[in-house]
């Protein structure tokens, strides 16, 4: 039989025996009550519904890739197994989200309700390396559980379009780097870690399949669905549409009535009779002003310099009108923090929002190029030669990096130390404070271009080995002089 055929039966099979047990449910619910068998089709209809072939092939991928994974990881224990335990919550959760996408029409992608549903899989991406963080001491299992937090990511295919499935090829070769590692350690001293090793890159390859197969140009929604914001999702998980209401029982009580209409807004009619009071006092013409009191000149302010010295604004508090109190501005410390992340899009590093940690970036093709934002307090290890290096609303952050291919650009930050232990061929700085650069020999015909900055040092590192950095700050104060109608402009020097 052939693999299409093996797995149409095995659909079939499962979908059989999850009707034999509903049936077995509601005859023990229902025995002896006199239900009848319209009653039967009525309560099995509203109690499941088929489920979707991307769902159906969803519980395959977790029934073999990663329970296999799953037991592999318990045999090695410790560490390890915690990982794996977060990765099965992270494709449980993935399940859930696949089959509610199911059931609704394709939401705004930044819109609150959608956002809401990628918070479980990001709070598990973001365990994963929590768990490898812990274990940063020990080199052998740091590795192993480096494989599987860089791996983790692929989870995230939910949100990539048009092409979600190259993008979980992308972040399965970005582990497979730290899966060298395993293997090459464990060659000739146990099997168990390189078989676990294989299990979690299979595990991420039969992903990539099921994208491909099932999510070709992204998550798969229901054109013909509801509105993710009238979405509830039903009590049982195998729901494909909002199922329809179960009749009431015998004898029951009728349904609530729905609830009465809105009252209309009692300021309309008081704002028509406001409005025509005041087109007929309009059409007063000059006997409008009859009304009006006689100022004294000793109570005019350009004919009494006295009542200019005193304070209008007092003058206004005083009075009736008191002007309304300033809007309090929202503390920084409230603002809402967005969560760090690191990760490979397409070929480039995405290091965001980190806060007093340290990161390193593997880069493992040349044509990778890293991008830091938002980042305070943290120090980036850039590993391997990079593309292109690119750091954006920095504070206070350390940058390591070996080799930059083309150019390192720093931008709108401050307090910044940047290292290039290889060779960099030209540097950036843009809009920023406090700029310490060190350079090694091989950056020695840089080109280095400043623009509204201050406190930049730049400190070279001389040809001999082990020889002392020598500092160079960069000029703040330019002069420029007309010449012969032209205008030439030199760095001022305090020497």
């Known amino acids: 039989m052939s693999s299409a055929g093996q797995e149409m039966l095995t659909s079939l099979i499962r979908r059989l025996e999850a009707a034999t047990q509903r049936l077995e449910r509601y005859t023990e619910a229902h025995a002896g009550d006199g239900s009848t068998t319209t009653g039967t089709a009525s309560a099995l209809s509203t109690e499941e519904i088929e489920l979707p072939p991307s769902v159906v092939a969803y519980d395959d991928f977790i029934q073999t890739a990663v329970q296999k994974y799953l037991n592999l990881s318990q045999e090695l224990g410790g560490a390890v197994a915690e990982q794996a335990q977060v990765i099965e919550q992270l494709a449980r959760r993935q399940r859930g989200l696949i089959l509610k996408a199911s059931q609704v029409r394709k939401p705004a992608p930044n819109g609150p309700e959608f956002t ?3 918070n479980p899989l990001q709070e598990c991406i973001m365990a994963t390396d929590e768990v490898r963080k812990q274990h940063r001491a020990n080199k052998e299992l740091f590795d192993e559980l480096s494989v599987v937090s860089d791996g983790a990511g692929a989870f995230g295919w939910v949100v990539v379009e048009p092409t979600p499935g190259p993008y979980v090829k992308d972040m399965r070769d970005g582990a497979h780097f730290y899966a060298i590692r395993v293997m090459k350690m464990f060659k000739d001293k146990d099997p168990k870690p390189i078989e676990w090793v294989n299990s979690f890159l299979a595990m991420l390859d039969s992903l990539t399949d099921y994208v491909k197969q099932h999510h070709k ?22 729901a494909s549409a909002p199922p329809p209401a179960p009749a009431p029982p015998a004898g029951g009580a009728p349904p609530p009535p729905p609830p009465p209409p809105a009252a209309p807004a009692s300021g309309s009619s008081d704002q028509q009779v406001d409005m025509s009071a005041v087109f007929q006092q309009l059409n007063k013409g000059e006997g409008i002003t009859a009304g009006l009191r006689k100022v004294d000149k000793s109570q005019m302010t350009h004919k009494n310099p006295a009542l200019r010295s005193g304070s209008p604004v007092k003058s206004l508090q005083a009075g009736k009108g008191k002007p309304a109190p300033p809007i309090p501005t929202k503390p920084r410390s409230l603002t809402k923090k967005q969560p760090p992340k690191m990760a490979l899009e397409g070929n480039r590093w995405a290091v965001e929002n980190y806060r007093s940690d340290e990161v390193t970036v593997e880069i493992s093709d040349f044509r990778q190029s890293v991008y830091l934002f938002n980042c305070e307090n943290t120090t980036v290890h850039v590993r391997g030669k990079a593309n292109a290096v690119t750091m954006l609303k920095c504070k206070k952050v350390g940058l390591l990096v070996e080799s930059v291919i083309a150019v390192a650009d720093i931008v709108n930050s401050s307090s910044i130390k940047f290292q290039v232990t290889g060779r960099l061929p030209s540097l950036m700085i843009d809009k920023c404070d406090g700029v310490q650069v060190f350079l090694s020999p091989e950056c020695a015909d840089i080109a280095i271009t400043t623009a509204k900055t201050s406190e930049i040092n730049v400190s070279m590192q001389g040809v001999e080995e082990g020889s002392d950095y020598v500092e160079h700050p960069v000029p703040e104060q330019l002069c420029s002089v007309f010449k012969n109608g032209k205008l030439h402009t030199t760095a001022v020097d305090h020497a």
């Not at 992204?218 to 195998?238: C, H, Q, R």
């Open 217 to 238: 140009t992204g998550l798969t929604w229901n054109p013909k669905g509801v509105d993710i914001k009238d979405f509830t999702e039903a009590p049982t998980t195998t």
């Open 116 to 118: 809401a549903w990628l």
